[in-house]
């Protein structure tokens, strides 16, 4: 028997999963790890937290499986993106903790880029907004305060990774020192053009090329893990960006194809094909997980709160005792009855990008019950993702036929069928949720040879339920109405 093994280093926790040859999971295990707060806006992970957890659940998983390292055919990483560890070459050690993707430390250095108007140059080359969400600030941040970081990296004995490159590099005792092109695409220090590490960047942010690792495609033979680990040398063929590693868990690899994951937020992620698509509403373009030389360009948008809104129900207003039970409660109603909750509690990303936006409730009357508070809610959730597909579909002119879901709040029967009700489209939820550990876990096999390519794995791809639209165009149009106008109560701010 063979498996595959992917570890999914995320935000909050690091998994291992292992898959069998039909895609099915054999064995699983995850840890979640510590989230460091030093002042109000940053976050950090300690680097010994993410490898010890991530090193962990790798023996606990091939237990559960009842399996060993002589059963593993090949390793495929998936990780969090933009988080950002610079080590010591000479020792491997970390000069500070990871800066993670949510850290706001760098929002200063990243509104001075857009009032000296290098946001336009930032987004030509690299398809992303100027933010401190994207690792060249975070570098830079560190090679200015680290004492002696400046000094070291001159010298050349920095290395700058993500969370994919700190893993392979640790586990490889040195020897891997590489990325893919989802990660560099997030660092905003990479041209998605030219697929090269850009030199007006690194002199922007002054950083020297010596920090950078090689960067390949998702799906490639990235080297051995040091026998020290699991007792044996394991082969890394696959390293990818967590929201590209579930598009390609879902298979998504062509032009038009759509996924969104329903977690705390949403993250909608489109395949453009090879056309790197400018948008028009402010969605980012970055690259797709493939094997090949030339990546697939891709178009992502995300939902500030998606399933928190759910959470908000449950612990603020305590309409509900639990996320599930939202569903029961939302369809012990036959409609919202014109109340429409836009959940814009952080402000309103994508289409709107109006940061002062706050959370509105409106269309109550004396007749308005829990119920429909708690329906408009899920139906908050559903409108705002209909608002970045419509972006996505205008900004590369293509028709969304259908949507791959995942995440949490995927499980609400209710939430993904009035999703297709409001797109028109089927809403595709797919057997196994664990999908972005699924398309690193694909990725490695393809690249070892277990599977011979996408074609085969679509007849694994099975879906557990497609959501199909009941309404008919007119509701549709009034319901729409009805929600862009409480996006602009939301906006009076
Ligand atoms: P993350 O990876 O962001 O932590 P998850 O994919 O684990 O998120 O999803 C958790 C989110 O999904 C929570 O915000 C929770 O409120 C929401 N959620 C979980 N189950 C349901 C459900 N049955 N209905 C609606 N929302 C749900």
Same mark, same amino acid.
């Given at each position: 028997?063979?498996?595959?093994?992917?570890?999914?280093?995320?935000?909050?926790?690091?998994?291992?999963?292992?898959?069998?040859? !039909?895609?099915?999971?054999?064995?699983?295990?995850?840890?979640?790890?510590?989230?460091?707060?030093?002042?109000?806006?940053?976050?950090?992970?300690?680097?010994?937290?993410?490898?010890?957890?991530?090193?962990?659940?790798?023996?606990?998983?091939?237990?559960?499986?009842?399996?060993?390292?002589?059963?593993?055919?090949?390793?495929?990483?998936?990780?969090?993106?933009?988080?950002?560890?610079?080590?010591?070459?000479?020792?491997?050690?970390?000069?500070?903790?990871?800066?993670?993707?949510?850290?706001?430390?760098?929002?200063?250095?990243?509104?001075?880029?857009?009032?000296?108007?290098?946001?336009?140059?930032?987004?030509?080359?690299?398809?992303?907004?100027?933010?401190?969400?994207?690792?060249?600030?975070?570098?830079?941040?560190?090679?200015?305060?680290?004492?002696?970081?400046?000094?070291?990296?001159?010298?050349?004995?920095?290395?700058?990774?993500?969370?994919?490159?700190?893993?392979?590099?640790?586990?490889?005792?040195?020897?891997?020192?590489?990325?893919?092109?989802?990660?560099?695409?997030?660092?905003?220090?990479?041209?998605?053009?030219?697929?090269?590490?850009?030199?007006?960047?690194?002199?922007?942010?002054?950083?020297?090329?010596?920090?950078?690792?090689?960067?390949?495609?998702?799906? !490639?033979?990235?080297?051995?893990?040091?026998?020290?680990?699991?007792?044996?040398?394991?082969?890394?063929?696959?390293?990818?960006?967590?929201?590209?590693?579930?598009?390609?868990?879902?298979?998504?690899?062509?032009?038009?194809?759509?996924?969104?994951?329903?977690?705390?937020?949403?993250?909608?992620?489109?395949?453009?094909?090879?056309?790197?698509?400018?948008?028009?509403?402010?969605?980012?373009?970055?690259?797709?997980?493939?094997?090949?030389?030339?990546?697939?360009?891709?178009?992502?948008?995300?939902?500030?709160?998606?399933?928190?809104?759910?959470?908000?129900?449950?612990?603020?207003?305590?309409?509900?005792?639990?996320?599930?039970?939202?569903?029961?409660?939302?369809?012990?109603?036959?409609?919202?009855?014109?109340?429409?909750?836009?959940?814009?509690?952080?402000?309103?990303?994508?289409?709107?990008?109006?940061?002062?936006?706050?959370?509105?409730?409106?269309?109550?009357?004396?007749?308005?019950?829990?119920?429909?508070?708690?329906?408009?809610?899920?139906?908050?959730?559903?409108?705002?993702?209909?608002?970045?597909?419509?972006?996505?579909?205008?900004?590369?002119?293509?028709?969304?036929?259908?949507?791959?879901?995942?995440?949490?709040?995927?499980?609400?029967?209710?939430?993904?069928?009035?999703?297709?009700?409001?797109?028109?489209?089927?809403?595709?939820?797919?057997?196994?949720?664990?999908?972005?550990?699924?398309?690193?876990?694909?990725?490695?096999?393809?690249?070892?040879?277990?599977?011979?390519?996408?074609?085969?794995?679509?007849?694994?791809?099975?879906?557990?339920?497609?959501?199909?639209?009941?309404?008919?165009?007119?509701?549709?149009?009034?319901?729409?109405?009805?929600?862009?106008?409480?996006?602009?109560?939301?906006?009076?701010?």
């Amino acid at each position: 028997m063979k498996y595959v093994l992917a570890l999914d280093q995320g935000t909050t926790s690091s998994r291992a999963i292992l898959f069998d040859e !039909h895609g099915a999971v054999a064995g699983k295990a995850y840890q979640e790890f510590r989230q460091i707060y030093p002042k109000a806006g940053w976050v950090e992970h300690d680097p010994k937290d993410i490898l010890g957890s991530q090193v962990g659940v790798i023996a606990e998983a091939l237990v559960r499986a009842g399996a060993t390292a002589d059963d593993v055919a090949a390793v495929g990483v998936s990780n969090q993106r933009e988080t950002t560890l610079v080590w010591d070459a000479r020792t491997g050690r970390p000069v500070c903790n990871a800066i993670v993707w949510q850290c706001r430390r760098t929002a200063d250095m990243c509104d001075r880029l857009r009032a000296e108007g290098l946001d336009k140059m930032i987004y030509q080359k690299t398809g992303l907004v100027a933010d401190a969400y994207f690792s060249a600030t975070k570098i830079r941040w560190i090679l200015q305060n680290v004492e002696g970081a400046a000094e070291a990296a001159r010298a050349g004995r920095l290395r700058f990774g993500t969370v994919d490159t700190y893993l392979m590099y640790c586990l490889s005792g040195g020897r891997i020192y590489a990325t893919d092109y989802t990660n560099a695409a997030r660092t905003m220090l990479f041209n998605i053009h030219t697929l090269k590490w850009d030199d007006d960047l690194l002199s922007l942010f002054g950083i020297p090329r010596s920090m950078l690792p090689e960067v390949y495609p998702s799906g !490639h033979f990235f080297g051995e893990t040091d026998a020290a680990y699991v007792g044996k040398k394991l082969k890394i063929c696959a390293a990818v960006g967590d929201q590209q590693a579930a598009l390609y868990g879902h298979l998504c690899t062509k032009k038009g194809d759509i996924k969104n994951t329903y977690g705390t937020g949403c993250f909608l992620l489109m395949n453009t094909g090879e056309e790197a698509v400018q948008s028009k509403n402010g969605l980012i373009t970055t690259l797709a997980a493939g094997s090949g030389e030339r990546p697939d360009y891709v178009l992502e948008g995300s939902v500030f709160v998606g399933g928190a809104v759910v959470q908000w129900l449950r612990d603020e207003v305590k309409l509900i005792s639990s996320a599930a039970e939202s569903e029961d409660m939302a369809l012990r109603v036959p409609s919202s009855d014109g109340v429409y909750v836009v959940p814009a509690f952080t402000g309103l990303g994508a289409p709107y990008w109006d940061a002062r936006a706050r959370g509105t409730i409106v269309g109550i009357t004396r007749g308005t019950r829990r119920e429909h508070i708690v329906r408009a809610s899920l139906e908050g959730i559903a409108y705002q993702v209909a608002d970045i597909v419509r972006a996505m579909s205008l900004d590369a002119g293509v028709d969304i036929r259908s949507l791959r879901v995942d995440g949490g709040a995927s499980a609400n029967n209710f939430l993904m069928g009035f999703q297709a009700d409001i797109l028109n489209c089927s809403v595709v939820r797919p057997a196994i949720l664990d999908t972005t550990a699924l398309g690193a876990a694909y990725l490695a096999g393809i690249a070892a040879g277990i599977w011979s390519g996408e074609g085969e794995l679509r007849a694994n791809n099975a879906a557990e339920r497609t959501f199909s639209p009941t309404i008919e165009g007119e509701e549709r149009a009034a319901l729409l109405a009805g929600w862009h106008a409480a996006v602009k109560s939301s906006r009076i701010n």
